[in-house]
Antibody, heavy 117, light 108 residues
Framework: QVQLQESGPGLVKPSQTLSLTCTVS??????????WSWIRQHPGKGLEWIGY???????YYNPSLKSRVTISVDTSKNQFSLKLSSVTAADTAMFYC?????????WGQGTLVTVSS | EIVLTQSPGTLSLSPGERATLSCRAS???????LAWYQQKPGQAPRLLIY???SRATGIPDRFSGSGSGTDFTLTISRLEPEDFAVYYC?????????FGQGTRLEIK
C-alpha cells in the first residue's frame, strides 16, 4: 500500500512562494505507470486539481494556476514537490498530494496552508 | 475544460434507503474516465469508483457506478451509517482534471 505524506510550512506570507514536499513510501515513484498529483481544497469548499508530474518529469498544470505553479520530482528521495508563487489569502487551503492511475488512487492526509501576514 | 455538475446538492435519506447521485459533464468524458470519491470531515477523499463503473480496492458492493458520455450515476444500494458524507465526481480523461462541486449525503 502506497502512503503519501505532505510536509512544509503551515503559514506563508502574501506575495511569497508556498513550497510543499510529498514523501512517498511503500512504492517507488520511478516504477512508472502513475502520475503524482497536487490537489487543494479551500476551507469548506470542493476539490481543485493543481497539476501532476510523471516519474520522468513530464508535467501537466491547471491553466488557472499554470503561471504560478511548478511541480518537480526527486526520484532519489522518492519525493515530489509543489511551488506556488505570489500567493494571496485566496490560496489558503488544504493541500493534498496523491497518486493517480485509474483515478486518484491514494491520497496524503493533507496539510493546511494559511496565507497571512 | 470539462465542467461537472452534481445533483442534488444535498440528499437527505435514512439508513437502509437507496441513494442515487448524479454527475453531468459539459462535454463527453473520454473513455469513461470518470471517478467517484467519498470524503468525511477531517479526512482526505477516498476513491470509490473509477472508469465510471469499476469499484476500487476494498469498496463494498453496495456502491456502484454507471453511465457514459455526459451522464453518470453513483448508486448506494442500502445506506449504512458510515456512508453519510460528501461525494465528488471527477473526470480524468482530459486536461485539466476537474471535479464536481459535491453532493452532501445527510441523515434524514
Amino acid at each position: 500500500q502506497v502512503q503519501l505524506q505532505e510536509s512544509g510550512p503551515g503559514l506563508v506570507k502574501p506575495s511569497q512562494t508556498l513550497s510543499l514536499t510529498c514523501t512517498v513510501s511503500g512504492g517507488s515513484i520511478s516504477s512508472g505507470g502513475y502520475y503524482w498529483s497536487w490537489i487543494r481544497q479551500h476551507p469548506g469548499k470542493g476539490l481543485e486539481w493543481i497539476g501532476y508530474i510523471s516519474y520522468s518529469g513530464s508535467t501537466y498544470y491547471n491553466p488557472s494556476l499554470k503561471s504560478r505553479v511548478t511541480i518537480s520530482v526527486d526520484t532519489s528521495k522518492n519525493q515530489f514537490s509543489l511551488k506556488l508563487s505570489s500567493v494571496t489569502a485566496a490560496d489558503t487551503a488544504m493541500f493534498y498530494c496523491a497518486r493517480d492511475g485509474t483515478g486518484t488512487m491514494d491520497w496524503g492526509q493533507g496539510t493546511l496552508v494559511t496565507v497571512s501576514s | 475544460e470539462i465542467v461537472l455538475t452534481q445533483s442534488p446538492g444535498t440528499l437527505s435519506l435514512s439508513p437502509g434507503e437507496r441513494a442515487t447521485l448524479s454527475c453531468r459533464a459539459s462535454q463527453s468524458v473520454r473513455s469513461s474516465y470518470l471517478a467517484w470519491y467519498q470524503q468525511k470531515p477531517g479526512q482526505a477523499p477516498r476513491l470509490l469508483i473509477y472508469g465510471a463503473s469499476s469499484r476500487a480496492t476494498g469498496i463494498p458492493d453496495r456502491f456502484s457506478g454507471s453511465g457514459s458520455g455526459t451522464d453518470f450515476t453513483l448508486t448506494i444500494s442500502r445506506l449504512e451509517p458510515e456512508d453519510f458524507a460528501v461525494y465528488y465526481c471527477q473526470q480524468y480523461g482530459s486536461s485539466p482534471v476537474t471535479f464536481g462541486q459535491g453532493t452532501r449525503l445527510e441523515i434524514k
